[in-house]
């Protein structure tokens, strides 16, 4: 089930970067690759490569996203996290509110996480969305299924995803954004996530861009060994096209 799930998953990300190749005006795609320096459950040098894929109307919006993170020690792996998303969004005419569902399946090894499937459906409101400033706020409630590496029974948990991003133009072409994700479990209070990533992306030319970014990721209740605190940092290299 969890190899359907990241195949499909990955394929309309994949496919989907392909269609449209001479819309350029319809679809906006970014490669990465880059190198990262993890604390926390992984403290070694990473290897990280990312595809994102967007589409844009005046009625609504497309967001396709997969990464992929592996470490190694020695020739021994010892970090690999692999994450996929779709997101679509419908805009009210002439309002900045609008709805939005989510689909998201992530594995994270040394955290315990064999895999986590996350639906998500809610509502969110643009306080901004001009090139030089954007800034929004979202909260949807969706249902967390987990399945774990180690002895750990699998579950499945009502959550909120309360969420705010923004995004401001800095040095004339610079863009600054920062994007701040909970994941409170409606049913436990002590039990939560908090996923923060602030990028710095500096555009090198028409195609290609120089990014830094700082991912901090905070579990309240790990399983196993692993840490409450995941924190790495991100050199980019994003080919846009």
């Known amino acids: 089930?969890?190899?359907?799930?990241?195949?499909?998953?990955?394929?309309?990300?994949f496919v989907s970067l392909?269609?449209?190749a001479h819309a350029e005006d319809i679809w906006k795609r970014e490669l990465s690759l880059g190198f990262s320096k993890a604390t926390g459950n992984t403290q070694n040098s990473l290897l990280?490569?990312?595809?994102?894929a967007d589409k844009k109307t005046e009625s609504d919006e497309v967001t396709l996203k997969a990464s992929t993170l592996y470490s190694s020690q020695n020739k021994k792996m010892d970090g690999q996290k692999h994450n996929a998303s779709a997101r679509?969004?419908?805009n009210f005419v002439d309002n900045p509110w609008y709805a939005f569902y989510k689909f998201s399946v992530e594995h994270d090894k040394f955290s315990n996480?064999?895999?986590?499937?996350l639906p998500i459906a809610g509502i969110?409101?643009?306080?901004?969305?001009t090139e030089d400033w954007k800034a929004m706020?979202?909260?949807g409630f969706g249902l967390e299924h987990i399945n774990y590496t180690d002895s750990t029974k699998e579950r499945t948990d009502a959550i909120l995803v309360p969420r705010v991003f923004c995004e401001k133009t800095v040095f004339e072409?610079?863009?600054?954004?920062?994007d701040i994700t909970a994941y409170p479990n409606l049913e436990e209070s002590d039990d939560f996530r908090i996923v923060a990533e602030t990028r710095f992306t500096n555009p090198l030319s028409d195609n290609m861009s120089l990014r830094f970014s700082f991912i901090d990721e905070f579990n309240a209740n790990p399983t196993g060994e692993a840490k409450k605190n995941d924190t790495r940092t991100v050199l980019s290299l994003i080919y846009s096209f």
């Open 124 to 129: 969110g409101y643009w306080f901004s969305d």
């Open 48 to 52: 990280t490569g990312a595809v994102e």
């Open 137 to 139: 706020a979202e909260v």
């Open 173 to 178: 072409k610079a863009k600054l954004s920062q």
């Open 113 to 117: 996480i064999d895999y986590r499937m």
């Open 88 to 90: 679509y969004a419908l």
């Open 18 to 20: 392909a269609m449209d």
């Open 1 to 13: 089930m969890k190899k359907t799930i990241y195949l499909g998953l990955f394929g309309i990300i």
